[in-house]
């Protein structure tokens, strides 16, 4: 374990998904009036679509990262947060059994926003859930949380478990494409629906996040399991960190009393970075760039033949399992148990990485299966060939120097969160030290990481001259949402100030010019509501 020095972080937060009574079990005050009206239409439109109430509606949030990207996939720890906007899945499962062909089951699923997500029948073998990941359709992430529910339930009921037919209604308000995790919320509530309508009493957080993680990559994008531990775990008021070795853990972790106060804002940039069109040269390609960069660093620093851990990253190679290698084996020589911190380790790798991957042009496959002694056959099989990626060269250097400081990023951000600051009655300069960590994840993810884009950048830069203390982009980037801390007397200043030079500037529409800026307070994860 490589993260003592976070004293409460074992006591994770596992337990069952809670079961909601009321709607303020799962809201905000402030959210609660607009919630119980949309709540209301769900259920209305449910009973009119299928003559017949819904029994229970799952829920999952969307989320925002405030510090650590594009590190969960090489198992560094993160620390996002949930938000108000949410997947609801109303669902029934009292459908006629005749109504579907033989050795099948029968799913309905409506989404209130029919024009844009048609409705859909599909009749479903018992044994298997078929998923086409090269056809965008919006039920696939439906089907892709059903799939890995129907695998967990199978493990505990027995391979010739018969799913229940499914009747649903989805309402969705986390904006797609835009760095919110629209698709983690849909896919673990998928998944705690189909767990739910099945007859599962109880669900584990652990196992509905672990199975949504794995689901997710069956749409088609290697992902890491941020976004989904965020979505089930977060709790009410905090934020969560999250981290992935030895196990999947996540501890709530609250924000001291600041004054100025302390909000943040997310903002738009109405930049859709669709990752099933550009993962072959973003998302999956900056994966597959991390993983070869720690397959190259064992090469290079470790013994020859040192096995790096087959660990739960989406390429079973990671910068972590190096990092966590590289430090045993070293202790292990000098004959010392642990004594550099995780943050001196980070630093260590940092200039180790500066000085072994010295190629700031990037490493063809011939470089480096040389060096990793394979063939580039091998190589493309044991990297490329799950996802495809587009690529001459590779980014090691930056990709991993990115990692290890981001890593160390958020290890900065919670010693800070964790000392309170010094002056209560001012902590402007320990805003400013929170702050500061953030705006260097953007350059970093600007300059080494590469996965911004012009318009974040810009709405980055506006807010900060308008007095957000750090902004950066949220998410995988490239597009999307951009995150700020912003003390709560300049809230207006900078919602201005995007408004004149960044958003007057694009044609929106009302809907769009809504949902441009919110201010979000940490909400609370997946929980289960039972009708009546
Ligand atoms: P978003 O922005 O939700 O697509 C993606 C990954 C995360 C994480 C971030 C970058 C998916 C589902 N999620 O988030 O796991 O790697 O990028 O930090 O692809
Ligand atoms: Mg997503």
Known sequence: DIYPRTGGYQSNMAGPVPVASSLSDIYTIDALGTQAKRWNSLLTRFQTIYGQPAEFVARSPGRVNIIGEHIDYSLYPVLPMAITADSLLAVSTNVASSNAKEGHYKIKIANVQDAKFPTH?????????????????????????????????????GADFKPKSMQILMDGTVPAGGGLSSSAAFVSSSALAVMVANGEKTVDKTELTELAIVSERAVGVNSGGMDQSASVFSERGSALFVSFTPSLKARAVSFPKTNPELTFLIAQSFVTADKFVTGPIHYNLRVVECSLAAAYLNAVLNPPGTPLPSDASPLSVSLHGFHETFFALQEHSAG???????ESQLEELVALTEKTLDKKDGYTREEIAAVLNISVDELDKQFTSRFPVRAEKFKLRQRALHVFSEALRVLKFMSLLEQQPANTDDTSEYNAQLGGLLNQTQDSCRDVYECSCNEIDELCASARRAGSYGSR????????????????????????????????????????KEAAVVVSKPGSGSAVYLVE
């Open 473 to 512: 982009l949220t998410g995988a980037g490239w597009g999307g949402c951009s995150v700020h801390l912003v003390p709560a007397d300049k809230v207006k200043a900078v919602k201005e100030a995007w408004e004149r030079e960044y958003y007057s500037k694009l044609d929106l529409t009302d809907e769009q």
């Open 336 to 342: 010392a148990t642990s004594s550099k911190s995780t």
């Open 121 to 157: 029948e599909f009749d479903i073998p018992y044994d298997a859930v078929d998923i086409d990941a090269t056809v965008h359709e919006w039920t696939n992430y439906f089907k892709s949380g059903l799939r890995g529910a129907l695998e967990l339930l199978r493990k505990k009921h």
